[in-house]
């Protein structure tokens, strides 16, 4: 079946460091992926999106492009601030309607 | 900008009680969906709903669970007969068909359920 995987976190970053978090997919066909984000006690936001190979998705300063050669979609940011402490889960769907596959999320801690 | 709207932000209810989550999707939105987080775990798919069935479900989604369109705008979760290990944050999530968000879903705040 299709998953996605993530990088094991917590990610602990100072103020202004770069991010990198991984996130590679297993699927049957040419999904479209996605970052969400989850700010402590709140819900679900899309952060960014790409739909097809090469595209990047991009959104507050986080990017991340579609790698088919490496079935990837790594999220990245140049300076991180404390504001950006959250769980960030990368997902996969695979055509209108169909469900989003989650990965485990990755907890992000950015000290001042 | 739209949003999915969900209530009760959270609720607490006794073991083998019923408790009934609503949402309202995003109004031009023709599929639906409830996903679940249990506390420091991973987003899990329960069910997604169209044209007024359910479209696909996980194993998570066995008889003790059951949605429903009631009226053109609220989408509702059941559970029946709750069980402690049911606690979790629930969140509905809606999608359009061919518009501008293309297949993006959407989720709502979430109801947070405490089963005592």
């Known amino acids: 079946g299709n998953s996605v995987t993530q990088m094991e976190g917590p990610v602990t970053l100072s103020e202004e460091a770069f991010l990198t978090i991984n996130c590679t997919y297993t699927?049957?066909?040419?999904?479209?992926l996605f970052w969400y984000v989850q700010y402590p006690g709140e819900g679900l936001q899309l952060l960014l999106k790409?739909?097809?190979?090469?595209d990047k998705g991009s959104n507050k300063g986080f990017e991340a492009t579609y790698r088919k050669e490496t079935t990837s979609f790594h999220l990245e940011k140049g300076s991180v601030q404390v504001s950006d402490s959250a769980v960030y889960f990368c997902?996969?769907?695979?055509?209108?309607?169909?469900?989003?596959?989650f990965g485990a999320g990755t907890i992000l801690r950015v000290k001042s | 900008e739209p949003e999915v709207t969900q209530t009760p932000s959270h609720q607490v209810t006794q073991m083998g009680q019923e408790v009934i989550l609503r949402c309202v999707p995003i109004?031009?939105?023709?599929?639906f969906y409830w996903y679940r987080q249990i506390l420091g775990q991973k987003v899990e798919f329960l069910v997604s709903?169209?044209?007024?069935?359910?479209?696909?479900k996980s194993e998570i989604f066995d008889d003790q669970f059951s949605v429903e369109r009631p009226d053109g705008s609220n989408f509702t979760l059941k559970i029946r007969s709750t069980k402690l290990e049911d606690s979790a944050m629930y969140f509905c999530?809606?999608?359009?068909?061919?518009?501008?968000?293309?297949?993006?879903?959407?989720f709502g705040e979430g109801s947070w359920l405490t089963v005592v």
């Open positions: 999530a809606s999608s359009g068909q061919g518009d501008s968000s293309g297949n993006t879903i959407y």
């Open positions: 699927a049957t066909g040419y999904p479209s």
């Open positions: 790409a739909t097809k190979a090469d």
């Open positions: 997902a996969l769907s695979m055509e209108y309607g169909n469900k989003l596959v």
């Open positions: 109004s031009n939105h023709l599929y």
């Open positions: 709903f169209y044209n007024n069935e359910i479209s696909e």
